[in-house]
């Protein structure tokens, strides 16, 4: 009998010949996507808080030193930098490389260049740099700072990818990049986005807080007011909000961009913009004004036109003349990007290895830490250097105080360097350095040069080890430091000016959202159905409406495509509408429900017109009801605002204005009652107060009116009838009491007749 083969995946062995482990689905995924995760964070998409740079960045400047392209040197092509750098140290697609050396070049993109292009390297309108086969570059001035002391063992190396190099951990940075440049990435499960900021500033809060190790957040912001874009702008972001954010690590930044107005001759003007908020690409943002006038989402707006050349010259002319520009330009920074709110998450890597977000001292706080320890690598890296040639230095003195004998020992000695170590007690550097001096070297000049030398560096050794002994006179060191990038960078210098300025937005008093829309009168039908629609004009007759079997008209209002219409449902909820976003007049409309979120047990009671600062009288079947602000009834969602709280089954029922200082409520059974308005509690929402006490039935209309003027109500042919208050005096009494049979003469319909009209 022939044995069956063992299928694959069951033998006790692999391919390879080693063994099988056995592992659930779950775990092998869990640890693959956690080993992706932690490459993505910590070596692609967070800086390091000490240098501000991720690897590809760190990898860009490191291989373009080791090409020495530091100024003054000539450029080199970007394809050979970038090639460079992706095969001894980034083995990623040239593609990303070279974006990210591009977007070192680019100044309307990073403060502060680290990167020196010439070329085609894109511009702010959007468009594409040129292949990297013929753009050229080298390193900024800036990037000389951040790469200053990297062969002083300043910071530690770890081999490449291959093993073959090694590469910076991270850079000395004697500039303050995670800050002055900023970054935004997006890791696995988290994101950064750091703006940049001024310089001068960020080292005039450096040295303060050198000085003051607790400084709070709101000293600093005396020294760091905001961000500085280097495209400028206007920041109108308040302080506290600026504070918070600088406090939590997280919060944002309202960026508006700059402009001016220009008059243009009789009483004519259009506004220029000249600065662009950051990161904003001004062709696509022409597009899209351009767009939005055609659309007549921007009816304060005529004509917009682009005149750049190098500087930023954006032109909009208003549709008329006596359009006023501020409002005209909150229209536009509401509907577009001239105005970009700029996030903030100072999430970085501590240390290269772990990410948190940081308030604004703890960044700076690590940031000087850093330079701390650049600062004793570099100093014992050269008291090493030092004692190595005063070791030296010490051997040839020997020889020069015993030339002869060193002459003979190195002419006749079989083994030199032994017989000399052995004779004057040297080390094995001071015999090798004396077997190498030349002759020319043994001059009288040559030894008074080798002690002047020693006493030199002697002298310098013992200011190192008085330094490294020193935390004060560490401090002082990196104050030095950090003074002399200020003064590098000073706002006096054109690339150390503030290009973002700080301001206050300004104070509007009308409605925007009314700016966005052509003011057009339309009339407002809903239908007993719940359908509705928007005619235009102000239609009087209405005797020619039209709608589907079994509908008819509830309520016609007469509004502005400007306008807010409210919804009162039979729920107890209000509802918002906006005139332009009504359905048109041809047809028969769309339902109400289409558009808002209500129970189908229930119907729409009112529709009107929103007037700010009106009072309104709501009432429920049961004849429970109180007086609410109109302006607290206004709902942002579909869903409403529930205002009347309603039990089952009653249901909402009324809904007036409340002008005036008497009400009067009529029940179905046709009995009245008049009482003082002071009687009715104000609320923003609840069940009430009753009105009027039934036996059987409810409350089926209610009415405010002032004492003076009498009370009023439509008859059943639409004239209106006056009651003065010497014939209503019977019906006056206390809230909740049942009342009175009606007046002679009261609509048969038990109604006012009045609503919301």
Not at 639 to 647: D, F, P, T, Y
Not at 706 to 717: E, I, Q, S
Request: with cysteine; aromatic share 6%; glycine share 8%.
């Amino acid at each position: 009998m022939t044995s069956k083969p063992t299928p694959p995946g069951n033998g006790s062995g692999s391919d390879n010949g080693g063994p099988i482990e056995p592992i659930t689905l779950k775990d092998a995924i869990e640890q693959r996507y956690l080993a992706y995760a932690l490459s993505t964070i910590m070596h692609r998409a967070l800086p390091d808080v000490r240098d501000g740079l991720k690897p590809v960045h760190r990898r860009i400047l490191y291989t373009m030193q080791r090409l020495n392209l530091e100024p003054p040197a000539s450029y080199m092509k970007c394809a050979r930098i970038v090639g460079e750098a992706m095969g001894k140290y980034h083995p990623h697609g040239n593609l990303a490389l070279y974006d990210a050396l591009v977007r070192l070049a680019q100044d309307f993109s990073v403060r502060y260049p680290l990167v020196d292009g010439q070329g085609n390297f894109g511009n702010i309108d959007g468009d594409n740099p040129a292949a990297d086969r013929y753009t050229e570059a080298r390193l900024s001035g800036t990037s000389v700072e951040i790469l200053e002391g990297l062969d002083e063992n300043a910071v530690d190396f770890r081999p490449n990818y291959d093993g073959k190099e090694t590469e910076p951990v991270v850079l000395p940075a004697a500039f303050p990049n995670v800050l002055a440049n900023g970054s935004s990435g997006i890791a696995v499960g988290m994101a950064t986005n750091i703006p940049p900021h001024n310089v001068d500033e960020l080292c005039a809060a450096l040295l303060h807080l050198i000085k003051h190790p607790n400084a709070t957040i709101e000293k600093l912001v005396e020294f760091i007011p905001g961000p500085d874009f280097p495209t400028g702008g206007i920041l109108v972001e308040p302080r506290d909000s600026i504070i918070e954010s600088y406090r939590t690590g997280r919060g944002g930044f309202r960026l508006r961009a700059k402009w001016e107005k220009e008059d243009t001759g009789r009483g004519g003007y259009q506004l220029v913009i000249t600065e662009m908020p950051y990161q904003v690409q001004k062709g696509k943002l022409v597009e899209k004004l351009a767009d939005l006038i055609a659309e007549k989402k921007l009816p304060l707006v005529g004509d917009v036109r682009d005149e750049s050349a190098e500087l930023v010259r954006l032109v909009i002319e208003p549709k008329s003349r006596t359009v006023d520009p501020i409002l005209m330009m909150e229209s536009l920074f509401r509907a577009s990007e001239l105005e970009i709110r700029f996030g903030l998450n100072m999430n970085v890597l501590s240390g290269g290895q772990i990410p948190n977000v940081l308030s604004l001292r703890e960044v700076l706080g690590q940031w000087l830490e850093h330079r701390v320890e650049v600062l004793i690598r570099r100093a014992n890296f050269r008291l090493a250097k030092i004692n190595h040639r005063l070791e030296v230095l010490d051997g040839y003195l020997i020889a020069f105080l015993n030339i002869e004998e060193v002459i003979r020992i190195v002419r006749f000695e079989d083994e030199p360097k032994a017989a000399l170590i052995a004779k004057f007690k040297l080390s094995d550097v001071q015999a090798e350095a004396i077997l190498n001096l030349r002759l020319r070297s043994l001059s009288k000049l040559e030894e008074q040069e080798i002690r002047a030398e020693h006493d030199k560096l002697s002298k310098e050794k013992r200011e190192i080890q008085t330094l490294l002994a020193s935390d004060d006179l560490q401090w002082d060191r990196i104050s030095a430091e950090i003074k002399a990038t200020r003064e590098r960078y000073s706002k006096k210098t054109e690339l150390g000016r503030r290009r973002t300025q700080l301001e206050d937005a300004p104070q509007i008093t009308v409605d925007l959202e009314s700016a966005f829309i052509e003011k057009e009168p339309i009339t407002v039908i809903l239908s007993d159905k719940g359908w509705i629609r928007a005619m235009k004009g102000h239609q009087d007759d209405l005797s020619k409406l039209e709608f589907k079997q079994g509908d008819g008209l509830k309520r016609a209002v007469k509004a502005y495509t400007t306008d807010k219409l409210i919804v009162f449902a039979t729920n107890g909820r209000f509802y918002t509408l906006g005139g332009d976003q009504l359905p048109g007049g041809r047809g028969h409309g769309e339902p109400v429900r289409l558009m808002v979120d209500v129970e189908e047990n229930h119907d729409f009671l009112e529709i009107f017109v929103h007037e700010p600062g009106r009072r309104l009288l709501v009432a429920s079947t049961s004849g429970y009801g109180f007086i609410v602000p109109e302006d607290e009834v206004l709902a942002s969602t579909r869903k409403g605002k529930q205002v009347l709280n309603l039990a089952e089954p009653d249901e909402a029922k009324v809904c007036v204005p409340a002008h005036g200082d008497m009400v009067a409520v009529v029940g179905e059974n046709r009995k009245m009652i008049i009482f003082t308005r002071e009687e009715l509690s104000e609320m923003t929402r609840g069940k009430g107060v009753i009105l009027q006490r039934y036996k059987d039935g409810g409350i089926s209309d209610a009415r405010v009116f002032v004492k003076k003027d009498g009370l009023t109500w439509l008859d059943g042919a639409g004239r209106t009838f006056t009651l003065p208050m010497s014939e209503i005096k019977d019906w006056v009494g206390a809230r909740a009491q049942a009342g009175l049979l009606v007046p002679k003469g009261f609509p048969r319909s038990n109604k006012f007749g009045t609503g919301m009209g």
